[in-house]
Nanobody, 122 residues
Framework: VVQLVESGGGSVQSGGSLRLSCAAS????????MGWFRQRPGKEREEVAS???????TYADSLKGRFTIAQDKATNTLYLQMNSLKPEDTAMYYC????????????????WGQGTQVTVSS
């Protein structure tokens, strides 16, 4: 069983930065893909960014240039650097892992963390 624990959320003013971390444990092999998702108030959960086992990254179009996903395989830690934060970035941010390959990378998320809250004030 893979356990994912997010940290690094908090309150920040518009234009500020935060770096989220996700510590992964319990995996017998590296996940095929790791990702960050968020759920804004009154909205459905959306994918923010992902990084596959080859190191290829994908971002939500609206977040390109402000958010950066990175992975430290030595420590099994996933990061999300968030810059130029806006009030609309306020959300619960979740880390997810894909441990089983079903044909398309970064499409079948089977492990989730509990989330970390990010609040951006104007």
């Amino acid at each position: 069983v893979v356990q994912l624990v997010e940290s690094g959320g908090g309150s920040v003013q518009s234009g500020g930065s935060l770096r989220l971390s996700c510590a992964a444990s319990g995996a017998t092999k590296s996940p095929f893909c790791m990702g960050w998702f968020r759920q804004r108030p009154g909205k459905e959960r959306e994918e923010v960014a992902s990084i596959d086992s080859f190191g290829s990254t994908t971002y939500a179009d609206s977040l390109k240039g402000r958010f950066t996903i990175a992975q430290d395989k030595a420590t099994n830690t996933l990061y999300l650097q968030m810059n130029s934060l806006k009030p609309e970035d306020t959300a619960m941010y979740y880390c997810a892992a894909e441990s089983v390959f079903l044909g398309v990378l970064c499409s079948s998320w089977d492990y989730w963390g509990q989330g970390t809250q990010v609040t951006v004030s104007s």
